[in-house]
């Protein structure tokens, strides 16, 4: 992850005389602008299907037959609302606070500075309504295009003119790359804030309750599951998207080469089935209950039965396993000696650290990311290992336990995408890494020497 604090190093950072500052080599293309259309379309989309879902769910509530449905139903609709408002408040606070910040640390070159007081006002209530992502990515084209227009021919002597960028133009590259970096991470914290609950609420949904999620409406029916269904393969994209952008714009600002086409596509593929295979073994997983278990409920507390057993719901124990897996990680990452909340002196704060490494430890619930910029072949076979076990115990157990309540063909489906959707996660692992990666020609070939890197 970034940390804020660089924000105020971006013009300083790395800045020697064989080593220009980042911004300096920064340019925005065609392809740049591809990028960013692409994360519009998939905020206004997710907006869209974000209404659909609650909308769809809202009149499964009101076409319950039965007051218990009703009830079950409302008190679905609900959390998904909040599944879907809360994160997008704290981004848009998150939002608004870099912009300040950026303020305060660039200064003259903050965006703020080059804007009227209306047109703070402006930006502000876009951030009320929940917009400020929007903004964000208008505001990314529009410096961009800046900075590319902002040039002028230099002459170097017998070598003759070369193109340099103005003073302004340097002020608009400046501007460019700190937004663009924040937006990335920013495009982080809403898929792993919103997205990726929403995904395993929802096929949870679908599992535990198919008849009053289907209800008794022909027309209903297919257009509530196609929502739902709809809603699940967006928010896997979305997540997928943004970790993509996030590694390229990572690339961008140390800097380095930065990912191809061609690589952006498989590390898209990568991310996607990766994160598909979890949240459908997690979210099949929670959706197992017993002969005696309220299918409609969320979940129910532990209680006795008839023998004075202990039954604990799928719900809850699902959730220890994801809190045990988030310690583990948290531990793993914590070992590995980060420091990306050091302080301006380079001293390590510890406390901070260790809030960085928990973020992070959730984020590794479901995906790895690299976060030490060392050799991560093993780091990755141990990530990897171990969700491939995780996810295997989860849709094993499922099978044992629902095997009379399914038939055969969905067992067999749901067992064959959880693990055929790894494997094609880590053959995608392994052609980006062996072919596509921007570094490949410098990544070691031994054993000692491996170095798989973002």
Known sequence: MFDKELTCDIISEQM???????????????????GVIINIVFFIMDIISDGMLAFV????????????????????????????????????IFSLLWYWQNKVCLGDYCVLHKMSTSQVV???????????????????????VKMQREVKEVEMGESGAILR?????????????VISRDTSMLDMMHSFLQDAPQLIFQIYLLY????????????????????????????????????????????????????SCGASVVCLFWRATMIASR????????SIYQDDDDSTALFTLPKRNNEGEVIVSF????????????LLMTAWIHAQSTNFCASEQGARRPVLELFYNSVMGAVHIFCYINLKDTPSRRRMVFFYALTLIENTAMITVWYIIMEVRYDLWILITMIFSVEA?????????????????PDRDHLGSSRNQASWRN
């Not at 402006?122 to 961009?144: A, E, K, Q, T």
Request: charged share 15%; net charge positive; glycine share 4%.
């Open 16 to 34: 020697s005389l064989n080593q220009p500052p980042p911004h300096v080599e920064a340019s925005f293309g065609f392809m740049g602008a591809i």
């Open 57 to 92: 769910l809202y009149r499964q509530a009101e076409k319950a037959t039965t007051e218990h449905n009703k009830d079950a139903a409302m008190t679905w609709f609900i959390i998904t609302i909040c599944i879907i408002i809360i994160p997008m408040v704290i981004l848009n």
């Open 421 to 437: 959707l790894w494997v094609l996660g880590i053959c995608s692992v392994i052609g980006y890494y062996a072919f596509l990666h």
């Open 165 to 177: 960028r103005t003073p302004k133009g340097e002020v608009h590259a400046v501007l460019q790359m």
């Open 122 to 144: 402006m930006r502000v209530f876009i951030h009320i309504i929940l917009l400020g992502p929007l903004i964000r990515y208008i505001d990314i084209i529009r410096y961009g």
């Open 315 to 326: 719900p809850i124990i699902t959730a220890i396993a994801l809190v045990l897996h988030w």
């Open 279 to 286: 949240v459908i073994a997690i979210a099949t997983f929670a």
């Open 208 to 259: 535990r309750s198919p008849e009053m999620i289907i209800g008794y409406n022909e027309s209903m029916d297919s257009l509530t599951i196609a929502v739902q269904v709809w809603k699940v393969f967006l928010g896997v994209m979305a997540i997928s998207w943004s970790l993509v952008s996030y590694q390229d714009e990572l690339r961008r600002s140390i800097p380095k080469e930065k990912l």
